[in-house]
């Protein structure tokens, strides 16, 4: 499943596009285990286009460098997501589901900035400490994909190699 669902992501990557709201609820698992990704609303091409402006998804799996830049800006400018927060965010989908934790703790009585700022920390729970069981290959790739620094994740293409 995690495979498919990385496929999808690396296609639109080479195409120049970030899917940009990458979590649970937008991907489909068919009957025979594959993913299916959707909702591609928010989704950000190589240019922004006059739109309006990306601020972000779902919070729980906002990459931190998205987090960072919503803060930093003013509500009405666009943030330009790029492939490795689809990458950082693949791995929190990943980590929630198989652990039932969001990756990124915080109060959920937080208003959304403040959790965006938490998330902009770039730290996250250790998944040896959640994990419903060891999962070695499993765990060391999502953890990959949650680096806080994007340049030190893998890109959607070295995924489908690793699995």
């Known amino acids: 499943m995690a495979r498919t669902w990385v496929d999808h992501l690396a296609d639109m990557h080479a195409a120049g596009w970030a899917h940009a709201d990458v979590q649970p609820t ?7 285990g594959r993913a299916e ?5 928010l989704a950000c091409g190589p240019e922004p286009d006059g739109r309006l402006p990306y601020r972000g998804a779902l919070t729980h799996t906002t990459a931190p460098e998205i ?3 919503i803060l930093a800006t003013p509500e009405d400018t666009h943030v330009q997501a790029q492939h490795a927060a689809d990458v950082w965010s693949l791995g929190a989908s990943l980590f929630w589901c198989w652990t039932g934790h969001r990756p990124v703790p915080y109060d959920d009585s937080l208003d ?3 959790k965006l700022a938490v998330i ?3 730290r996250t729970s ?3 400490d959640v994990r419903p069981w060891p999962f070695p290959a499993f765990e060391a ?3 990959a994909c949650l680096a806080p620094d994007s340049a030190d994740r893998p890109t959607a293409k ?3 190699a690793a699995w």
Do not use: F
């Not at 937008?26 to 025979?32: E, Y």
């Not at 990704?37 to 609303?41: E, K, T």
């Open 120 to 122: 902009a920390q770039g």
């Open 158 to 160: 070295e995924l489908i």
């Open 112 to 114: 959304r900035l403040d």
């Open 37 to 41: 990704v959707i909702d591609y609303a």
């Open 126 to 128: 250790p998944l040896a």
């Open 67 to 69: 987090a960072a830049a």
């Open 26 to 32: 937008n991907t489909l698992i068919t009957s025979d």
């Open 141 to 143: 790739t999502t953890t």
